[in-house]
């Protein structure tokens, strides 16, 4: 398997199972490869850290719920943010403003 392979198959199980804890070794297993391995092939090919990703398209896709109208918290909570703090703190550093503000606009 070439190195876009292993990539895509491993895209498609972060988008499976983003409510879930995912861990690189359950990522890396799922494509058949040490984690240090399959880290190495995965940025190289993205050009960001697999849990970069991973925590980055948990952000996008709490967004969404959150445009559709689902509590901040409740949201936090769903894409595995142990505390509503750190979920805060996580989408701030990655869109530059708060949830409430995303939450107050679908309002």
């Known amino acids: 398997m070439d190195a876009k392979q292993i990539v895509n198959e491993s895209l498609v199980y972060i ?7 995912i861990t690189i ?4 297993n799922s494509v058949g490869y040490s984690k240090f391995y399959f880290s190495r ?6 050009n960001i850290s697999v849990m970069e990703y991973v925590k980055e398209r948990k ?3 709490a967004s969404q719920a959150i445009l559709k109208g689902e509590k ?3 949201v936090a909570i ?3 943010w142990e505390s509503h ?7 701030k550093s990655y869109y530059g403003f ?10």
């Open 41 to 46: 092939i995965f940025k190289a090919e993205m």
């Open 72 to 74: 901040i918290l409740d």
């Open 25 to 28: 070794e359950d990522i890396a």
């Open 85 to 91: 703090g750190g979920f805060i703190k996580a989408f």
């Open 98 to 107: 708060s949830p409430s503000l995303l939450y107050v606009m679908k309002l």
């Open 59 to 61: 952000i996008v896709c």
């Open 15 to 21: 988008e499976n199972n983003l409510i879930r804890k």
């Open 78 to 80: 769903k894409y595995g």
